[in-house]
């Protein structure tokens, strides 16, 4: 009877083992990408930032070209 006791207790904590460690991994992986989002945000937000700096350049480039001519 002990035996059996003793093998439910084992399964009984195995499986709260496993749920919990499932459970640390989901949120782990949650903030995970949470924080490969806003990275990603800020990147793009960099790109676009620098894609109009270079098309201000291109302009005042041009502008100046154009008045030397």
């Known amino acids: 009877?002990?035996?059996?006791?003793g093998l439910v207790a084992l399964a009984a904590?195995?499986?709260g083992?496993?749920?919990?460690?499932?459970n640390q991994i989901k949120?782990?992986?949650?903030l995970t990408d949470e924080k490969v989002?806003?990275?990603l945000?800020?990147?793009?937000k960099?790109?676009?930032e620098?894609?109009?700096?270079g098309k201000d350049k291109a302009i005042a480039i041009r502008q100046e070209a154009d008045s030397e001519i």
Not at 27 to 30: A, C, G, V
């Open 46 to 48: 960099k790109a676009r």
């Open 17 to 22: 083992g496993y749920f919990y460690r499932q």
């Open 37 to 39: 989002e806003k990275i």
């Open 13 to 15: 904590g195995a499986a």
């Open 41 to 44: 945000a800020e990147a793009n």
């Open 50 to 53: 620098l894609e109009v700096a």
């Open 27 to 30: 949120q782990k992986q949650e």
């Open 1 to 5: 009877m002990n035996i059996i006791i």
